[in-house]
């Protein structure tokens, strides 16, 4: 501990002195430093130093010394003793009443005594004390890093420092996760967040760096950040609950420092088994998905036991993708490797927060930036599905503001044991809300027959051919007019052929439309009163609006009738 005044009048060269003031807070005030101060004081005091004086600057002048010793405590030195018996024969009462009332400590010291001695046998039990204390920090990084070494838990190595330094700590990170021997640490950080929006409280920050203190009782709470050691590890902080009146020096901060650094490496450490885990984890269940007819026989069982998994219960497949992810955190997760990969181990616990809140079971994976997710299925599967998915979306905003996902959902039969065909579907319904550009959409693989179908067309060659051949010239006639014959069409056929219905949800005037109704029969050589014409315009255009027919074919097909 650092030194008090205490301490220091009871040294034997202080024998003849007398405190004439404050003699309650001999204890209570710490001595850093001691220094000899004469009129004026200025800003040459410091916090928390003992200041010797003669009076000086102050001769004859009662006032002055009054000014002088207000300055000396205003500064926020521990104490003043003042020698008597050249420039100041006594000490004022108004001096003494003074320093009294503000609990200052002021001690009268006999002439004849030298402040070189004073000083010399000071600064000797100071930088003593200093030592030990020291000393003791270098222990206590020492073993804090062997704590570390050891696997030992993080509230065992916040119990060790508590019993060292006499406080209570208790750490938290940005996601709110708590580590305390305490047993109610929630309490504590809701002290320090009530007495840091209290106006009326001082938040001392200027004397130590990354740290902030508040007066409480007979005490002080304090705040100190701790920095991550990589981009991919969460900053927290430390609250620091000091009672007794036990000192802030910088003895005490040398070891919340060391603190900090431990706290820093055990993350680093429990971060890698849970990224080993969570790889080995997500290995399982990709291995479930990519193999078909795989049975539930007794490795499977046991290596699902092993990572928590209960394959006995139905699970629906949730297939996701996000066209905006990268772009979004290159700068929140600037690195060598940022993107995907950097986050999926945060985007994996926003889901399974998501299924506790569903209370379902879940299980998580990811390939070529895909998220992969079984949740749990029961007669109410689809509202619960959506209910989830609003939560992952929800949780994922926060994440990432601005994170868009496209999902795509499947299950096959009951979905037991049905990973492979589930994630089949998942997939598939997924690919097709994709190229029917369709972002944010959730796309259920039951739901995807006309789409299936249109893309099996879309894959045959006669197929394309008579779909381009038929839409050639609305495309061609776009491109040169940029006029949308293909959305007036669409717009068209939704009213069932109402032309005052369509202008108006296409916002034109009945006119217009019939004019490019009359321009769309003039390009494709087909009538709209035909409802055979008009079918083949409808199916061609569906087709084409699955994305498969390549542009690089319609291009080549434009230039060939431009010809």
């Not at 004469?38 to 001769?59: D, H, I, W, Y």
Request: with cysteine; proline share 2%; charged share 25%.
């Amino acid at each position: 501990m650092a030194c008090t005044v205490k301490e220091i009048v009871n040294l034997q060269i202080f024998n003849i002195a007398k405190v004439k003031a404050g003699t309650a807070f001999l204890d209570k005030r710490q001595v850093d430093w001691m220094a000899v101060i004469e009129s004026p004081v200025e800003n040459f005091v410091r916090k928390q130093e003992f200041v010797l004086t003669t009076g000086m600057g102050c001769a004859g002048d009662p006032q002055l010394l009054f000014q002088f010793v207000k300055d000396v405590y205003e500064s926020g030195a521990s104490a003043l003793a003042i020698a008597v018996g050249r420039y100041i024969f006594d000490i004022p009462a108004e001096i003494i009443r003074y320093a009294e009332e503000n609990e200052f400590i002021l001690i009268e010291l006999p002439w004849e005594l030298r402040f070189a001695d004073i000083q010399r046998e000071t600064m000797k039990e100071i930088n003593l004390r200093q030592e030990q204390f020291s000393q003791n920090a270098i222990h206590i990084q020492k073993m804090l890093i062997d704590f570390v070494i050891q696997g030992k838990d993080l509230k065992d190595i916040l119990l060790y420092v508590e019993r060292e330094l006499h406080c209570v700590i208790i750490f938290a990170d940005s996601k709110g996760r708590l580590k305390a021997s305490n047993e109610k640490p929630e309490e504590i950080i809701q002290l320090w967040n009530d007495l840091e929006v209290n106006e009326e409280m001082n938040i001392d920050e200027s004397v130590y760096r990354q740290v902030q203190m508040i007066p409480y009782k007979n005490g002080y709470l304090l705040k100190k950040d701790i920095a991550a050691q990589s981009d991919d590890l969460v900053e927290g902080y430390f609250i620091i609950l000091v009672e007794n009146n036990t000192f802030l020096n910088h003895n005490m901060l040398q070891v919340l420092e060391s603190l900090s650094a431990a706290v820093a490496l055990w993350i680093s450490r429990e971060d890698a088994i849970v990224r080993t885990e969570i790889r080995l984890r997500n290995e399982f269940i990709w291995g479930l998905a990519k193999t078909p007819d795989r049975s539930l026989d007794k490795n499977i069982q046991s290596r699902a036991k092993v990572f928590g998994y209960n394959l006995n219960i139905p699970y629906i497949c949730m297939a996701g993708y996000s066209e905006n992810l990268d772009d979004l955190t290159k700068e929140q997760f600037s690195g060598t490797d940022f993107g995907f990969k950097s986050i999926i181990y945060y985007i994996e616990e926003e889901v399974r927060y998501a299924a506790s809140n569903v209370n379902k079971q879940v299980a998580f994976t990811f390939d070529n930036n895909r998220l992969i997710i079984f949740l749990e299925a029961q007669s109410d599967t689809q509202s619960i599905v959506h209910h989830f998915l609003n939560l992952v979306d929800k949780r994922l905003n926060m994440l990432i503001p601005g994170i868009l996902f496209t999902w795509g959902i499947g299950m096959h039969k009951d979905g037991m044991m049905q990973f492979y065909q589930s994630y089949k579907k998942a997939h598939s319904a997924l690919d097709i809300g994709l190229k029917l550009n369709s972002p944010g959409e959730r796309i259920n693989f039951e739901d995807t027959q006309l789409n299936r179908l249109l893309l099996h067309l879309a894959n045959n060659a006669e197929v394309k051919d008579i779909t381009l051949s038929t839409i050639a010239p609305l495309l061609e006639y776009q491109e040169k007019r940029e006029m949308n014959l293909i959305d007036t069409f669409i717009a068209y056929d939704n009213q069932n052929g109402n032309v005052s219905q369509a202008s108006r949800v296409l916002n034109l005037h009945r006119q217009s439309l019939l004019y490019r109704l009359r321009k769309i029969e003039s390009l494709t050589n087909l009538s709209l009163d035909n409802p055979d014409d008009v079918f083949l315009l409808k199916i061609s255009i569906k087709i084409w609006l699955t994305g498969t027919l390549k542009k690089d074919r319609e291009k080549n097909y434009l230039q060939n009738l431009s010809e």
